[in-house]
C-alpha cells in the first residue's frame, strides 16, 4: 500500500519534535511539554507507524530515554533499564490482563504486585559486597550516567546493606524524587533570596542529580523508593516480587509503604481507584500506579518488547499538567477591591476537570513568567487546588504575542486604581464600587461602625442578592413590609430591624468614618480625624498637608483619605445618608485647650472591662490622645487590666510597667475631663 506523503511528512514531523523534547526531558532535565502533551505525540507516531508500517529502529517508539550527557561517565547496564506501556483507561488494564493469559496459554487470574506510579528520576544502585559501589541514570536504557557521588549524598540510600551475608553483587532499580515540602521549601528559601523558581519537583530532582558538584545535589532533600532488582550474584532471592520487596527493606533500603499485591485485574483496579482517592494527600508526586506481575518465573516466560516489559503496565492517571493557549487576560475586581488579572484560555482537561480559566495572581506573577497574550503555556492542576499557569513555551509560542497591561481605571466602576502594599493593585472607591458591595454593607453595618443590630452577613448577602439594597444609603429606605416577605423573616424580626436601622441613625462622627471604609482608616485614625477636625465638611477639605498634622497619619494614609473624598460618587453617597437620617454631634475643636493630656502615652487593654464596654475605654483613651496597641512592649506606658488578664498582664508585670485596675482607670478619665 502507496503511503499519502502527508502521512510520511506527518511522521518525519512527529520524530523530529519527540527527538527535540527527548533531549530536553532526559539528557537537559529542563522539558518544555508536560509528560501528557509528550505521551500524546508518542502515542499518535506509534499509531501511524503500525497502520502504514512505518516503523523503523531508531524511531523514538523503539527508544526508552534520552542519551547520556558527555559530562559525565558512561555507564551501560548488564541488564536494559526499560521502560513501561501505558493505558488511562479501566478497559485498557482489562485488556492488558487478556493478552497476558493468551500469551500463556491460561485464563485463570493472575497475581499483581501493585505499587504508586513515582513521578521521579529512574536509577540503578550497584552494591557489592553490600558496599554502594555505583549509582547511575538510566539513559537511554541501556546507557546511562555515573552520578555516584550525589546518590551518596541522599540520606534514605544506605551506603551499606544491613544484612551479614550480603549478595556477592546485586543492581537495585528505584525512582529518585523530590518530596512535595521539600519542594516547596526550596521554593520559600528561592523566593526569599530573589532566585530561580522551580517548575515541579521530578525537573528539580532530575537537575540535582546532574550537578557536577554533590554538595549542590546534597542542598535538595531528594529520597528514593526502589522497584525492581537487576542483575544479582552470590544469593538466591524470593521468587515472588512482593517477598523480595519485604527483604530489601529488611537490608535498610527503602521500599514505598504503599506497594500491594492483588490477586486479579479486578482488585488491581480497585487498587488503582484508592490510590487515586489519596492522591493529594501522599507526600511525593505521583502520576499512576504500576501493575506487575508478582511472580518472577511467570516475567520471565513472558519477556519483553524493544523497550518495554510485557509484564508490566502503567496505569496513568489524568495529567496534572497540560498545554494551552492564553487567549486573553481580563482584569476582575474582588470583594475587598484588589484587582486581580485573570488568564483566559483555550479549553483544556487536566487534573479530572475542563479549564478554561485560572487566576494570574497579580502584575508581578505575569512579569516572572514573562507572559504575553498568544502565548502557549503550561497549565497545572493538583487535585482540587486552583489550576496555574506554570510556565511559558517559547518554542510554540505566537510571534505577535501582545503585552498584558494593567487597567488605567477600576473595570467595574472605573475610579482611580492604587498601589497596594508591593504586588497588588485595589480600586480606589471602596464603598461605591459595585464589585465591593456586599463586603462594604457588611462593614457599615457591623458592630464597630453603624452597629445596626440584626443586620448580619447572611442578610446583607440575601437583601443585596434580592435587589432591596445596591449601597449603603438604600438601609435606611428599606421598609418592614420589604423585610418581612424575605425568607426566615418574620414581621417581629423586620420590626425590630427597622427599629435598629433607625436607632444606628444617630451615630458619632468617628464611627461613621470608620463605617465608609476608606483605605488604611480604622477606629483610632477615625477617631483622630473626628477630634482633630470636629466635622465631615473640614476632612473633606482638608488637603494632604494638613491631613499629615493628625497624630498618627502619614503621606500614604493621608493620600488614601484625599482619594476616597476627591471622587464625587463618595461625596454624592455620604449626602445621601444625611439627607437619610444619620446624623452625629458636632464636637468642639478648641485649638488653644490643651485638651489631649495623654498626648504620647501607650496604653493596653487586656481581661474583661465590666463597667465600660472596651470600645468605649479605647474612644476615650483616643480622644485624650493616647495610642491603643494590642500588645505590650517596653513601649507600653500603661497597661488596664480587667479580670481575665492573661499574658499581656504577665509580660508588663515582667517589664516592671504600670499596670492599673479598672476602678483606676475610670477615676483617671474622670480626673483628665475635669
Given at each position: 500500500m502507496a503511503v499519502p506523503d502527508k502521512i510520511k511528512q506527518e511522521v518525519r514531523e512527529l520524530r523530529a519534535q519527540l527527538e527535540y523534547h527527548n533531549r530536553l526531558?532526559?539528557?537537559?532535565?529542563?522539558?518544555?511539554?508536560?509528560?501528557?502533551?509528550?505521551?500524546?505525540?508518542?502515542?499518535?507516531l506509534g499509531l501511524l507507524e503500525d497502520k502504514f508500517d512505518l516503523a523503523i529502529p531508531g524511531s523514538p517508539t523503539q527508544r526508552v530515554g534520552g542519551e547520556a550527557l558527555s559530562l559525565f561517565t558512561q555507564v551501560t547496564h548488564t541488564m536494559p533499564m526499560l521502560s513501561l506501556d501505558k493505558v488511562s483507561s479501566e478497559k485498557g488494564l482489562g485488556d492488558f490482563e487478556l493478552r497476558l493469559q493468551k500469551k500463556l496459554g491460561d485464563d485463570s487470574q493472575l497475581q499483581y504486585s501493585c505499587e504508586p506510579k513515582v513521578d521521579g528520576v529512574a536509577v540503578s544502585l550497584l552494591y557489592r559486597d553490600g558496599v554502594l559501589l555505583r549509582g547511575a541514570t538510566r539513559g537511554d536504557g541501556v546507557t546511562g550516567e555515573d552520578i555516584t557521588r550525589n546518590v551518596k549524598t541522599i540520606p534514605?540510600?544506605?551506603?551499606?546493606?544491613?544484612?551479614?551475608?550480603?549478595?556477592?553483587?546485586?543492581?537495585?532499580?528505584?525512582?529518585?524524587?523530590?518530596?512535595?515540602?521539600?519542594?516547596?521549601?526550596?521554593n520559600r528559601r528561592a523566593g526569599k533570596k530573589g532566585s530561580k523558581i522551580f517548575v515541579n519537583p521530578?525537573?528539580?530532582?532530575?537537575?540535582?542529580?546532574?550537578?557536577?558538584?554533590?554538595?549542590?545535589?546534597?542542598?535538595?532533600?531528594?529520597?528514593?523508593?526502589?522497584?525492581?532488582?537487576?542483575?544479582?550474584?552470590?544469593?538466591?532471592?524470593?521468587?515472588?516480587?512482593?517477598?523480595?520487596?519485604?527483604?530489601?527493606?529488611?537490608?535498610?533500603?527503602?521500599?514505598?509503604?504503599?506497594?500491594?499485591?492483588r490477586t486479579g485485574i479486578e482488585a488491581c483496579l480497585a487498587y488503582c481507584r484508592e490510590l487515586l482517592a489519596r492522591r493529594n494527600s501522599l507526600e511525593y508526586e505521583i502520576d499512576g500506579a504500576v501493575i506487575k506481575i508478582n511472580d518472577l518465573d511467570t516475567q520471565r516466560r513472558l519477556g519483553s518488547n524493544a523497550r518495554t516489559p510485557r509484564w508490566a503496565m502503567a496505569f496513568k492517571f489524568p495529567a496534572e499538567e497540560k498545554t494551552t493557549r492564553l487567549l486573553d487576560v481580563e482584569f476582575q475586581v474582588g470583594r475587598t477591591g484588589t484587582i486581580t488579572p485573570v488568564a483566559r484560555l483555550e479549553p483544556v482537561f487536566v487534573g479530572g476537570v475542563t479549564v478554561s480559566n485560572t487566576t494570574l495572581h497579580n502584575m508581578d506573577e505575569i512579569e516572572r513568567l514573562g507572559l504575553r497574550i498568544g502565548d502557549t503555556v503550561i497549565v497545572r492542576r493538583a487535585g482540587d487546588v486552583i489550576p496555574k499557569i506554570v510556565k511559558v513555551v517559547r518554542s510554540r509560542s505566537?510571534?505577535?504575542r501582545k503585552e498584558i497591561r494593567l487597567p488605567e481605571a477600576c473595570p467595574?466602576?472605573?475610579?482611580?486604581?492604587?498601589?497596594?502594599?508591593?504586588?497588588?493593585?485595589k480600586c480606589s472607591a471602596g464603598i461605591?464600587?459595585?464589585?465591593?458591595?456586599?463586603?462594604?454593607?457588611?462593614?457599615?453595618?457591623?458592630?464597630?461602625?453603624?452597629?445596626?443590630?440584626?443586620?448580619?452577613?447572611?442578610?446583607?448577602?440575601?437583601?443585596?442578592?434580592?435587589?432591596?439594597?445596591?449601597?449603603?444609603?438604600?438601609?435606611?429606605?428599606?421598609?418592614?413590609?420589604?423585610?418581612?416577605?424575605?425568607?426566615?423573616m418574620g414581621s417581629k424580626s423586620a420590626k425590630n430591624l427597622i427599629a435598629a436601622i433607625d436607632k444606628s441613625k444617630q451615630t458619632t462622627l468617628s464611627r461613621f468614618l470608620f463605617a465608609l471604609g476608606i483605605r488604611e482608616v480604622g477606629t483610632a485614625t477615625s477617631q483622630q480625624l473626628a477630634m482633630h477636625y470636629g466635622d465631615i465638611a473640614q476632612i473633606v477639605a482638608a488637603d494632604a498637608e494638613s491631613l499629615e498634622r493628625v497624630p498618627d497619619i502619614?503621606?500614604?494614609?493621608?493620600?488614601?483619605?484625599?482619594?476616597?473624598?476627591?471622587?464625587?460618587?463618595?461625596?454624592?453617597?455620604?449626602?445621601?445618608?444625611?439627607?437619610?437620617?444619620?446624623?452625629?454631634?458636632?464636637?468642639?475643636?478648641?485649638?488653644?485647650?490643651?485638651?489631649?493630656?495623654?498626648l504620647g502615652k501607650t496604653y493596653v487593654l487586656t481581661g474583661t472591662l465590666q463597667q465600660m464596654p472596651r470600645d468605649e475605654a479605647k474612644r476615650q483613651l483616643l480622644a485624650l490622645g493616647a495610642k491603643v496597641a494590642g500588645s505590650v512592649s517596653k513601649n507600653t506606658d500603661c497597661v488596664v487590666a480587667g479580670p481575665g488578664a492573661g499574658s499581656k498582664l504577665v509580660k508588663a508585670e515582667a517589664l516592671a510597667i504600670k499596670v492599673i485596675d479598672e476602678g483606676e482607670f475610670l477615676s483617671l478619665l474622670d480626673a483628665l475631663s475635669q
Amino acid at each position: 500500500m502507496a503511503v499519502p506523503d502527508k502521512i510520511k511528512q506527518e511522521v518525519r514531523e512527529l520524530r523530529a519534535q519527540l527527538e527535540y523534547h527527548n533531549r530536553l526531558y532526559h539528557s537537559l532535565d529542563s522539558p518544555e511539554i508536560p509528560d501528557a502533551d509528550y505521551d500524546a505525540l508518542l502515542t499518535r507516531l506509534g499509531l501511524l507507524e503500525d497502520k502504514f508500517d512505518l516503523a523503523i529502529p531508531g524511531s523514538p517508539t523503539q527508544r526508552v530515554g534520552g542519551e547520556a550527557l558527555s559530562l559525565f561517565t558512561q555507564v551501560t547496564h548488564t541488564m536494559p533499564m526499560l521502560s513501561l506501556d501505558k493505558v488511562s483507561s479501566e478497559k485498557g488494564l482489562g485488556d492488558f490482563e487478556l493478552r497476558l493469559q493468551k500469551k500463556l496459554g491460561d485464563d485463570s487470574q493472575l497475581q499483581y504486585s501493585c505499587e504508586p506510579k513515582v513521578d521521579g528520576v529512574a536509577v540503578s544502585l550497584l552494591y557489592r559486597d553490600g558496599v554502594l559501589l555505583r549509582g547511575a541514570t538510566r539513559g537511554d536504557g541501556v546507557t546511562g550516567e555515573d552520578i555516584t557521588r550525589n546518590v551518596k549524598t541522599i540520606p534514605s540510600i544506605p551506603l551499606q546493606l544491613e544484612v551479614a551475608a550480603a549478595p556477592a553483587l546485586i543492581e537495585i532499580r528505584g525512582e529518585i524524587f523530590l518530596g512535595k515540602k521539600g519542594f516547596a521549601d526550596l521554593n520559600r528559601r528561592a523566593g526569599k533570596k530573589g532566585s530561580k523558581i522551580f517548575v515541579n519537583p521530578r525537573n528539580t530532582a532530575a537537575g540535582a542529580l546532574r550537578q557536577l558538584d554533590p554538595r549542590h545535589t546534597a542542598r535538595v532533600p531528594l529520597q528514593m523508593y526502589c522497584y525492581s532488582v537487576g542483575v544479582f550474584e552470590g544469593r538466591a532471592l524470593p521468587d515472588q516480587l512482593g517477598e523480595i520487596f519485604s527483604l530489601l527493606a529488611s537490608w535498610g533500603l527503602p521500599v514505598n509503604p504503599d506497594i500491594n499485591t492483588r490477586t486479579g485485574i479486578e482488585a488491581c483496579l480497585a487498587y488503582c481507584r484508592e490510590l487515586l482517592a489519596r492522591r493529594n494527600s501522599l507526600e511525593y508526586e505521583i502520576d499512576g500506579a504500576v501493575i506487575k506481575i508478582n511472580d518472577l518465573d511467570t516475567q520471565r516466560r513472558l519477556g519483553s518488547n524493544a523497550r518495554t516489559p510485557r509484564w508490566a503496565m502503567a496505569f496513568k492517571f489524568p495529567a496534572e499538567e497540560k498545554t494551552t493557549r492564553l487567549l486573553d487576560v481580563e482584569f476582575q475586581v474582588g470583594r475587598t477591591g484588589t484587582i486581580t488579572p485573570v488568564a483566559r484560555l483555550e479549553p483544556v482537561f487536566v487534573g479530572g476537570v475542563t479549564v478554561s480559566n485560572t487566576t494570574l495572581h497579580n502584575m508581578d506573577e505575569i512579569e516572572r513568567l514573562g507572559l504575553r497574550i498568544g502565548d502557549t503555556v503550561i497549565v497545572r492542576r493538583a487535585g482540587d487546588v486552583i489550576p496555574k499557569i506554570v510556565k511559558v513555551v517559547r518554542s510554540r509560542s505566537k510571534k505577535n504575542r501582545k503585552e498584558i497591561r494593567l487597567p488605567e481605571a477600576c473595570p467595574a466602576c472605573g475610579s482611580a486604581i492604587e498601589k497596594d502594599g508591593e504586588v497588588l493593585y485595589k480600586c480606589s472607591a471602596g464603598i461605591i464600587c459595585p464589585a465591593q458591595r456586599k463586603e462594604s454593607i457588611k462593614h457599615f453595618a457591623s458592630r464597630t461602625a453603624m452597629d445596626i443590630e440584626g443586620l448580619g452577613d447572611k442578610l446583607v448577602e440575601q437583601l443585596v442578592d434580592e435587589g432591596m439594597i445596591g449601597t449603603v444609603a438604600d438601609i435606611f429606605a428599606l421598609a418592614t413590609e420589604q423585610l418581612a416577605s424575605l425568607e426566615r423573616m418574620g414581621s417581629k424580626s423586620a420590626k425590630n430591624l427597622i427599629a435598629a436601622i433607625d436607632k444606628s441613625k444617630q451615630t458619632t462622627l468617628s464611627r461613621f468614618l470608620f463605617a465608609l471604609g476608606i483605605r488604611e482608616v480604622g477606629t483610632a485614625t477615625s477617631q483622630q480625624l473626628a477630634m482633630h477636625y470636629g466635622d465631615i465638611a473640614q476632612i473633606v477639605a482638608a488637603d494632604a498637608e494638613s491631613l499629615e498634622r493628625v497624630p498618627d497619619i502619614g503621606p500614604i494614609v493621608a493620600s488614601h483619605i484625599r482619594t476616597f473624598f476627591e471622587n464625587q460618587e463618595n461625596l454624592a453617597l455620604i449626602k445621601s445618608l444625611q439627607d437619610g437620617g444619620v446624623r452625629w454631634p458636632k464636637i468642639v475643636v478648641d485649638a488653644g485647650a490643651p485638651a489631649r493630656p495623654l498626648l504620647g502615652k501607650t496604653y493596653v487593654l487586656t481581661g474583661t472591662l465590666q463597667q465600660m464596654p472596651r470600645d468605649e475605654a479605647k474612644r476615650q483613651l483616643l480622644a485624650l490622645g493616647a495610642k491603643v496597641a494590642g500588645s505590650v512592649s517596653k513601649n507600653t506606658d500603661c497597661v488596664v487590666a480587667g479580670p481575665g488578664a492573661g499574658s499581656k498582664l504577665v509580660k508588663a508585670e515582667a517589664l516592671a510597667i504600670k499596670v492599673i485596675d479598672e476602678g483606676e482607670f475610670l477615676s483617671l478619665l474622670d480626673a483628665l475631663s475635669q
